[in-house]
């Protein structure tokens, strides 16, 4: 669970932006999990995904697709390959920490996974980068939030999520990313947001209604 969600997840992703993929584009390709999820949770765990939860995730990926519709530009074959890794690798970690890890110590377990994933991710590392680091304070910062917010906050959050309710409607909260993004964009960089977008993020969160509501 450990190599799929941080190494092959978060490193595909990250491959495919160095190679020059897109943020939009790379941000629909992953935005696919949560039907990805769900279609194959159904046949591998059992779980029962209603017509009204169906609907809903066809229309959250419909409001991921009007949120990057502005950004989906600048992307090959050979960009986009690692993000549709990367989109195998959250979704099959995913439901392989439903079926087989629910029961450990999120402490502990996250450990494991974490050197998992660091042993995974090494000899790639060690074979195409220079390992050639330059401490800048925008270096540190942007390291320091991938690894106190996104590793161990956003990650642990995610297992624990995963432990107490059925994986199709964990995953559906992956189409928040975008809107949540956009927003940040908008207060942060002075990025646009226009009817598209808002049209794009009211879609995206009425979806992940109907995918959670009891």
């Known amino acids: ?19 020059g993929l897109s943020t939009g584009l790379s941000a629909l390709i992953v935005g696919m999990q949560p039907v990805l999820t769900a279609i194959i949770a159904v046949g591998l765990l059992g779980e029962r ?8 995730l066809a229309l959250g990926f419909a409001g991921i697709l009007l949120v990057v519709s502005g950004k989906l530009t600048g992307g090959g074959i050979a ?33 494991i996974q974490f050197t998992a994933a660091a042993l995974a991710i090494w ?21 320091g939030w991938l690894v106190v917010v996104l590793s161990l906050g956003a990650i642990s959050l995610l297992m624990a999520l995963i ?5 199709s409607k964990v995953a559906s909260l992956f189409y928040l990313v975008p809107p949540v993004t956009a927003l940040m964009g908008y207060a942060m960089f002075g990025e646009q947001l226009g009817p598209i977008e808002l049209s ?12 959670i509501r009891n």
Do not use: N
């Open 1 to 19: 669970s450990g190599i799929l969600v941080h190494a092959v997840y978060v490193g595909g992703v990250f491959s495919s932006l160095k190679l």
């Open 49 to 56: 995904v209603r017509t009204r939860q169906w609907f809903g």
């Open 79 to 111: 960009e986009m390959w690692p993000s549709v890794v990367a989109l195998f690798g959250i979704t099959l970690g995913t439901l392989y920490q439903k079926r087989y890890c629910t029961s450990m110590d999120l402490r502990t377990g996250s450990v």
């Open 123 to 143: 000899l790639p590392a060690f074979l195409f980068e220079t390992r050639i680091v330059d401490w800048t304070p925008q270096f540190i910062f942007a390291v």
């Open 163 to 167: 432990r107490r309710g059925v994986s």
């Open 200 to 211: 794009g993020m009211a879609a995206a969160a009425a979806g992940v209604y109907l995918v």
